[in-house]
């Protein structure tokens, strides 16, 4: 059903779940503050109907969407296979109030680890295989995570080689509990932000323990992304915050054509969370700010993925984390960046 959106406080969203393209009904669409399935419940939650879809009416925050649908309908037990899972590719979801917005999710099913993997004797740490829609998918990296406070944004504790033609993997690591996620990026490589048409897997049943002198098994099955791959820009939303300043170059004079982007790591890596308008001549800038909380800011002339050569690229100086803390009403200004050319 639609979702009118409140402009002022709530933020409207409708989630479209499917398998294997089929609409899923009955699934349990979670709205978490954190990207671990377990521990704590989720903030907002609620199922889809016969046509897969679920409607939200958010406050506005920063969420972490998961999607799961159990053969027996029983949500207090652990995941099993058959069941069916997805952690939403395009995580932190940023509801800021004013807005619409259409996710699509294709869930995956949990399977059993299937086949050994050949691996060294006397080893430690994960092998598997990865699968989509229960084909074996090369080319495929598997990072391991301690932590999830980068939301998997970033390279990891490690990553295995690329998956084998029968989608199997070995991953040393030392004994402990990582959190599992596979990435196949359509133009290759092993960074920079997901894309439509790249995929995506979370293991459904992560954390994973690694005991000493085995290898953990596992089977990850993974889903295409259906992303628009733009950065929010924050004109588009009315925000009672905001940055303001000034992109200069390392002399001191105004940049033209420069981006004040906002992000959720410190490395300032992949897609912003939020993005200002370009600059003019004068090299101000101005970012509303839709959502209140701690970003890292800095400044580029393109984004996504690294900054390549002949780039303007530039990090706010003002503490060594590059952050701003904004809080609601906020007006910052004479922030300013500086950047220069990437060579």
Known sequence: MPVKPDPEKRVGHIVRVTYREAPVADARVEWRRSPEAGGESPAVSGSTDDQGNAAFDLPAGRYFLFVQWRRDGDYGRPVAPG????YFGGNPVYAAP???RELYIGLEEFLEPGLPVSEPPGGTGVAGRVVAGGFPVSGVYVGAYFRTETAFRDLGFAASAPTAEDGSF???????????VARKRA????????RKGDQF??????PILVAAGRY?????PLTALKLRNTPVYSGEYKAASSIEGRILDASGRPRKGVYAALYDNPDLLNKPVFLSDVTGEDGRYRLPVPVAG????????GYGGSPAPGDLYGRYEGNAEHSVTVKEGD???GIDIVVNEVW
């Open 216 to 220: 953990a098994r596992v089977a990850i």
């Open 331 to 333: 007006r910052l200004t």
């Open 294 to 301: 701690r970003y890292h800011l800095g400044a580029r002339s």
């Open 98 to 100: 004013g807005t619409l």
């Open 187 to 194: 133009a290759g490589g092993v960074a920079g932000p997901l």
């Open 201 to 206: 897997g979370y293991y459904a049943a992560n």
């Open 170 to 180: 070995i991953l040393d690591l030392p004994p402990g509990k990582y959190y599992l």
């Open 83 to 86: 069941d069916r899972f997805a």
